[in-house]
């Protein structure tokens, strides 16, 4: 055995124990750090699996670094938010027919992979998205500052991202 040789060290079931951590993380809500608001309602979140899963919260996040933020998501209904966050978390959610059709418009306008259209290798806009938005930093204090909707930030921002489904 020389000692330039290699030894490959592998964790079988490292995304099924990942997913579960996260899906116990959020129910927890433990070390969340960023807040989704619809409704009046709110749900604790994780920046890292929203930015992975939407190019939308991508571009706020990448925008807005602050430690604790509250992120209003206004035009949509607190309880397609939480299947989203739900799908974000767990690859699979139920819905209801009558509201699958609600759910779907949420999630193209939050730009969700697997939910969501998304051109492959082309450059996303950000502000293809209606859904307005406002940012509150920290979560516990009224609004500082309020982000324009997305689509008048067009010309600042652009993400390019692959297509995952």
Known sequence: MSLDE??????NKHLNTISQLLGEFLKSKRLC???LSAEGQTISCHRVMLAACSTYFQGIFDQV???????MIKDAK???LKSIVDFMYYGEVSVEHDRLNSLL???ESLKVKGLAFQKKNEERILSESPMPVDVLEPADVP???AMPPMNSMAKRQRV??????
């Open 6 to 11: 290699e030894f490959n060290l592998k964790w």
């Open 33 to 35: 750090d960023v807040t």
């Open 65 to 71: 670094n602050d430690k604790s933020l509250v992120v």
């Open 78 to 80: 607190f309880v397609d």
């Open 105 to 107: 418009r949420t999630a």
């Open 143 to 145: 609004l500082k500052r």
């Open 160 to 165: 390019s991202a692959p297509a995952h489904s």
